[in-house]
């Protein structure tokens, strides 16, 4: 697939995206996304030689929000390594992002790293030996470092409102306190966790962000081969939390999402992808970004199901 190719359909898609009319719903518990116009679409591919190809808004910033939980988890893996799977599983959860319900049927071994007790695990652990001050630095430099971009940045009033409404992440963090699987005391790692979700990047920065997971020969090096594979098995089976199944049904590739509207989507060897539409449907996914990204799919050929 070469960019003469592609650019002409990534600007038809963003035109056909932007004429359909179901955008589904903005994350409206968390105030400062709430207010965000739905009807807004962006999409970004990074190719093996370093050309970032987009269309429609792709430098407008929006809040990563779950996406952080890859890089977080990239992170962890790099430092700790297979240590962290004593703390999280590696299962799909059929249940939505912030259910307690597993989390209590399972002892406080939260099913997989995504969804978002498990998240807060991996934060408790990155947290060891380490401030929140030090940790977020150490997530941002990570980021920044595989989008070549020293521009991403926090955005604190969303942390400020994410702080302030998060009582069902408040119930998970002393939940699996009462577990003894949160180290830290529940304010300080949530305190980070939410900071780490408040990290706004444009599709095309997520997409450059993203281009290790493709292993791309453009990338930096971040973490080992066999730690990126373990990743986009993770992406695949739970990166869309309970409509994991079905994205991977209809795209075939490796993707995480975030209520903010993200996806950052894996096609191995070939490209890195970041699409942005903050309408969510009921699995709390890009409702327009999703429908994109099985049209890319369809158009391309890029699936891990297919030689």
Known sequence: MTADELQPFLTGLAQRVMREDDWGTQADY?????????????ISVVLPDGQ??????????FSIQSISKIFTLSIALGRIGDSIWARVGREPSGDAFNSIVLLENEQGHPRNPFINAGAIVT?????????????LSEILQFIRMAAGDESIHINRHVARSEKATG??????????RSFDNLTHEPDLTLGTYFHQCSIEMSTRQLALAGRYLAALPCSPRMI??????RLNALMLTCG??????????RVGLPSKSGVGGGLLIVAPGKAS???????????????????????????TGWSVFRP
């Open 240 to 249: 869309q939390y309970d409509g994991s199944g079905e994205f991977a049904f």
């Open 52 to 61: 970032v190809l987009s269309a429609g808004a792709s430098e407008q910033p």
């Open 273 to 299: 992808i970041a699409i942005w539409s903050p309408g969510l449907n009921e699995h709390g996914n890009s409702q327009a970004g999703t429908r994109a990204a099985a049209h890319l799919s369809d158009f």
């Open 224 to 229: 080992s081969d066999a730690k990126v594979r």
């Open 30 to 42: 968390i105030p400062d996304l709430a207010g965000i116009d739905p009807v807004q679409f962006a």
């Open 123 to 135: 934060t408790d652990a990155l947290l060891a030996g380490r401030a929140p001050r030090e940790a």
């Open 167 to 176: 009582h069902r992440n408040m119930a998970l963090a002393h939940y699996l």
